[in-house]
């Protein structure tokens, strides 16, 4: 028996030379390191990638092996971009444990026109199995000459493009190379909502492409990992804590106003005894009154009543409703008892899209509050568009949409004038109206926000929709349908 040289191997195992076992027949069985631009996994043969001239040579040197010797020499391959790789090799018999025969063959082989690959490799892979991320080497042209997940060996070969499920994740991709390419050597990251495998939805991932140029030869480096649950966690917190903020802002404006109400109430209290009592003791007397005198009369008690409602309305900031519990209802059911109320309100055929897609979303709240939110969107949109004799114009929209991060978000579209950007940030004011004056007390939008609130969601108004379109975004506390 020949003795094997153990200081063969140190050697080669501490270079840049790929180690690997081949059986008899020259099939893979343990593969240490990956094989730039091959996508070579354990089951694979040797020969395949072996170009066909030199294939029966190296059948003779896996013969030479399996009798026992070293055999060093020098052979081509080619890889799946149709390139011909020239390599040295070096394969060596592995002996059973008491050394009597020969297990398999070990593979030491070392890319002689790929130094710049060998570099990279030696660079990446350590990465490679230390990692649930999705890595990818490309060159300058955007082919893939790696992949670290054995499952998308497949891909080896083929252009970035022909993996992109969609034309906007590759133009995506296209402009972070051409923005790495110009950094050269320095990891460009960012984090962008991409499709994955075949998912319909796309998935936030964070993304790092380093581009570098060695020996004169370009090679992009790309790692692609999946953080939507950590994002999606994130702004679920950044949700909350905008939420706790204005809950904490509409406490105080309720502080304020439960003591505003009880000083403007007790005044107006005399105010209308006094104006009551002198319209009865005038109206004894029309006759010798002046009839102008009885209309101011009664135009004080009127006015005093608006300002009564008004005080009212102040009241609903401090009142607390934690006394009621929330209960679980349907989406849907909700909106179509609000469409209800509305039309009984308005008592005019006005255009009403309704769509949902999730009709069996469940979400838990008090009931009377969400109908009052929802209710008074749709009677501002009401009050936009009732002027408006054509279905151009007079028609109101609302729909549930889904997002990236699976949240639910309630839209409610009109097709009115519109709301003037210079007063968008003063909406939900207090006391804040765009209605003409006697039409509107302006605490609808800020008392909806508020209740909003209080039952876990947020009320908003969509800047980016050609109509005036409000949306609420819905809570966690949401049972969603199976989908």
Not at 310 to 335: C, E, G, M, P, V
Request: glycine fraction near 6%; proline fraction near 1%; charge should be negative.
């Amino acid at each position: 028996m020949k003795e094997i040289s153990n200081n063969l191997s140190k050697e080669l195992f501490h270079s840049d030379v790929f180690y690997s076992h081949i059986d008899f027949d020259g099939t893979y069985i343990h593969l240490s390191e990956v094989y730039m631009g091959y996508g070579i996994v354990v089951g694979d043969s040797i020969l395949e990638t072996i170009i066909p001239a030199k294939r029966k040579f190296f059948e003779k040197q896996i013969a030479e092996a399996r009798k026992g010797e070293i055999v060093h020499f020098f052979t081509e391959t080619r890889n799946r971009l149709e390139e011909i790789d020239k390599w040295e090799m070096w394969l060596q018999p592995s002996y059973s444990a008491d050394g009597n025969s020969i297990e398999y063959i070990e593979v030491f082989s070392r890319n002689l026109n790929a130094g710049t690959e060998n570099f990279i490799s030696s660079l990446f892979k350590n990465f490679y199995t230390a990692t649930d991320d999705d890595l990818y080497i490309l060159n300058d042209e955007l082919y893939i000459l790696d992949i670290n997940k054995s499952s998308k060996n497949g891909d080896i070969g083929k252009s970035f493009s022909e993996i992109m499920e969609r034309d906007d994740d590759y133009l995506f991709f296209l402009n972070t190379f051409e923005q790495a390419k110009r950094l050269n050597g320095v990891a460009l990251k960012v984090t962008h909502p991409i499709r994955k495998s075949n998912r319909n939805q796309k998935r936030y991932c964070r993304i790092s492409v380093t581009y570098m140029i060695i020996q004169g030869v370009g090679r992009y480096m790309l790692q692609i990992r999946d953080v939507h649950q950590e994002h999606s966690n994130r702004l679920a917190l950044k949700i909350q804590e905008k939420q706790f903020e204005e809950f904490e802002r509409w406490r105080s404006l309720g502080q304020m106003s439960a003591g505003i109400a009880h000083e403007i109430n007790n005044p107006l209290c005399i105010i209308r005894i006094q104006a009551e009592q002198l319209l009865d003791r005038l109206g004894s007397q029309r006759n010798d009154i002046d009839p102008s005198h009885l209309k101011k009369l009664d135009s004080i008690i009127k006015q005093v009543d608006r300002i009564e409602n008004i005080a009212n309305s102040l009241k609903i900031y401090s009142r607390s409703s934690n006394s009621i519990s929330k209960q679980t209802h349907y989406l849907d059911d909700l909106i179509n008892d609000t469409l209800g109320l509305f039309q009984a309100q308005t008592g005019r055929e006005i255009y009403i899209d309704y769509k949902n897609n999730y009709k069996e979303l469940e979400i838990e709240c008090k009931k009377n509050e969400f109908y009052q939110v929802i209710l008074n969107l749709l009677m501002n949109s009401y009050q936009a568009v009732q002027k408006f004799n054509s279905l151009e114009n007079c028609w109101i929209k609302i729909w549930i949409e889904k997002t990236i991060l699976n949240q639910y978000v309630i839209y409610i579209q009109d097709g009115g004038n519109g709301i003037k950007n210079e007063v968008v940030k003063d909406i939900f004011t207090p006391f804040f109206t765009t209605k003409d004056v006697g039409s509107g007390t302006g605490l609808g939008l800020s008392i909806s926000k508020k209740l909003a609130l209080e039952n876990g969601m947020i009320l908003d108004f969509e800047k980016d929709f050609n109509y005036t379109t409000f949306s609420i975004t819905l809570g966690l506390d949401i049972t969603k349908p199976s989908e």
